[in-house]
């Protein structure tokens, strides 16, 4: 069984900060995929960035980058220079051979301007 | 492309009453995945159609059904709905970008209220 944990249910940031989203996970699968999500408050969920397994090289997408830790099984999302549009929920997911996502319970983050 | 589309967006049905929510995928995408999300549970894994056929099933109940076309759209059927099914029901576009590399993109979503 895979599971995904986070464990803060909200941050808040101001804005053109930094802040790290944290995410633990738990699978047996040697390979396998971890997404982060948005999901405004207009429900659309967004892919954010995504990281494989079997890379070592943290994934960056502009702003957004993760700081993945395989032996520790983390798998935290940094936003840098945070934007009042960088509000929303945001879902840590993990696939493994299959395309199904398990998702963590999400963390709210708000932008103080 | 057009995103992943689904219809319709609200629904209110009563106890009893059955329900079925459209998804239509993006264009060239075979795969589309159900996933419901409530406040208590979170987001959950419905089941997962590829060419028409059910590949994945997440552990609900029978009363959740679904289906895909020729066409890649997809329908989800709840049948006597209960209060606990008001939800929100989001369809999942799933792009294969390599062998076992997968992602998903959401549509908006069908919010379903039970009274």
């Known amino acids: 069984a895979q599971t995904v944990t986070q464990s803060q249910p909200e941050m808040s940031v101001q804005e053109a900060e930094t802040v790290t989203l944290s995410c633990t996970y738990d699978?047996?699968?040697?390979?396998?995929?971890l997404f982060w999500y948005k999901q405004p408050p207009s429900r659309q969920m967004i892919l954010v960035i995504r990281?494989?397994?079997?890379?070592?090289q943290n994934a960056t997408e502009n702003r957004f980058s993760v700081n993945f830790q395989k032996a520790a099984k983390s798998f935290s999302l940094k936003i840098s220079d945070s934007q009042l549009g960088d509000a929303a929920m945001y879902f840590c997911?993990?696939?493994?051979?299959?395309?199904?996502?398990?998702f963590g319970k999400g963390i709210t983050l708000s932008v103080r301007p | 492309k057009a995103g992943v589309t689904q219809t319709p967006r609200y629904l209110i049905k009563t106890r009893g009453q059955q329900v079925t929510l459209s998804c239509s995928p993006i264009?060239?995408?075979?795969?589309v995945s159900w996933y419901q999300q409530t406040p208590g549970q979170g987001l959950q894994f419905l089941f997962e159609?590829?060419?028409?056929?059910?590949?994945n099933k997440g552990n609900f109940p029978g009363r959740f059904s679904g289906r895909q076309f020729s066409n890649s759209r997809s329908e989800m059927n709840v049948s006597t709905l209960e209060l606990g099914d008001s939800a929100l029901y989001l369809c999942?576009?799933?792009?294969?970008?390599?062998?076992?590399?997968?992602?998903?993109?959401f549509g908006p979503g069908t919010r379903l209220t039970v009274t």
């Open positions: 999942a576009s799933t792009q294969n970008l390599l062998a076992g590399v997968y992602e998903q993109y």
């Open positions: 699978t047996s699968e040697s390979d396998y995929y």
């Open positions: 990281q494989e397994a079997y890379k070592q």
């Open positions: 997911a993990l696939t493994g051979a299959n395309s199904k996502l398990t």
């Open positions: 264009s060239g995408h075979r795969s």
């Open positions: 159609y590829f060419s028409e056929t059910q590949r």
